[in-house]
């Protein structure tokens, strides 16, 4: 496989759709009139919005990615391929547990007002991880990263926690992004040590499929004391979702040498509709669906609904070779991180004006015309962002 290190752009496509709808639906949050199909089903429904498949899609793809990001790199620095997969999974691990005590911020014994403190962390990350260009000096980048460097220990000093119990940081929950980190540690390291064998990857996927099963039927719960500090502990929804979306690369990249990718469409289908079936009967017997709970039978269906997608991006972008489709929102996609961090500064900085939209924006279909132009924003700042190469990596 390490011959194969062109572009997959269905990846870029879908990367971008998804990034782009996880910005709207996290603005559409709590706008009142508008579809609640469009939302994350309550903590305590049987059902599927459209924002609860969105973090499966993302985590599917974070795995599509992984195989083509390794053949890529495996002919100069096949080496250092596990210290890279520790250092990226502990930089989103580390983010998302900012993201995460964000929520706990206490703004009435703090000394910085939320709006502030988050504005500052965010900027922190962005000195930090920001890609510097190979004609920037090493005086230039170690000046700003220490400064990034220095201005999250301040804000780490400043900050106080409304969690009954804690005055400082600490374990809520790990974030989106920390999710992300650690079932791309997990996932990206069984792909490395097993060569990227396709019966290891159906076999890891098999393995935490069947372990978010057996959590939900409590045959775990004797990991409960581990549960927020391992990731073992945790109940395989993520990882399971990770390994799908390697599967599907490593069984692209095989049709396609052999010159059937015909059948990629044909095996997508079938084991989507295993899925959905899974899904729907495994519901009666283990919560409901419920991406709040990770249950089985959400992780089942949108693993599907992933699959169903995925097989028509390859159709219409790498077949009938349409990416120029999905050229309005490519940063979202080529740029994704730092479009996903955006919206960490503009929220703040935006309460900070004490600005108002006008009030038809503020429900019903204002609201989503609202949403959907914040997210097409956000993706146009990344690309400007990118255009003068200023673009985070980690």
């Not at 780490?156 to 929950?173: E, R």
């Amino acid at each position: 496989m390490s011959n194969l290190i062109n572009r997959i752009r269905s990846i870029d496509a879908f990367r971008a759709v998804t990034m782009f709808l996880m910005i709207f639906v996290n603005d559409l949050d709590g706008v009142p009139n508008t579809p609640e199909w469009l939302k994350h089903a309550a903590v305590d429904a049987d059902g599927l919005g459209l924002a609860d498949t969105i973090f499966p899609a993302f985590l599917f793809i974070v795995g599509l990615a992984i195989p083509y990001a390794f053949a890529h790199r495996s002919k100069k620095e096949d080496a250092k391929i596990p210290m890279r997969i520790i250092t990226r999974s502990f930089a989103l691990i580390f983010i998302g547990f900012f993201h995460a005590n964000m929520e706990t911020y206490d703004e009435l014994n703090a000394i910085l007002p939320r709006p502030v403190w988050d504005s500052l962390a965010t900027f922190s990350f962005f000195f930090i991880f920001i890609d510097y260009s190979k004609t920037t000096s090493l005086v230039k980048r170690y000046l700003c990263q220490g400064f990034g460097i220095a201005l999250l220990i301040l804000v780490c000093i400043v900050y106080k926690s409304s969690d009954p119990g804690h005055t400082w940081l600490h374990l809520t929950w790990w974030g989106i992004l920390g999710l992300i980190g650690w079932a791309y540690l997990i996932c990206a390291f069984i792909y490395h040590y097993s060569n990227g064998a396709l019966w290891v990857q159906v076999a890891a996927w098999l393995f935490f499929m069947f372990f978010n099963i057996d959590y939900h039927f409590g045959l775990l719960n004797f990991l409960a004391p581990v549960q927020k500090y391992v990731w073992i502990s945790g109940n395989g929804a993520m990882q399971a979702f990770t390994m799908a979306g390697i599967f599907v690369s490593v069984l692209y990249i095989r049709l396609t040498q052999n010159g059937e990718l015909k059948m990629l469409w044909v095996a997508m289908f079938l084991i989507a509709i295993i899925m959905f079936n899974l899904g729907f009967i495994v519901r009666y017997f283990s919560g409901g669906i419920s991406k709040m709970r990770d249950t089985p039978s959400w992780v089942l269906i949108c693993t599907g609904i992933s699959l169903i997608v995925y097989a028509v991006f390859v159709f219409v972008v790498d077949t009938c070779k349409k990416y120029h489709w999905f050229k309005v929102i490519e940063p979202a996609g080529t740029n994704t991180f730092t479009c996903y961090l955006l919206p960490f500064l503009f929220y703040p900085l935006y309460q900070m004006s004490e600005l108002n939209y006008p009030q038809y924006f503020d429900q019903g279909t204002g609201g989503l015309i609202r949403s959907l132009l914040f997210s097409l924003v956000i993706v146009w700042l990344s690309g400007l962002l990118q255009k003068i190469n200023i673009r985070l990596k980690i």
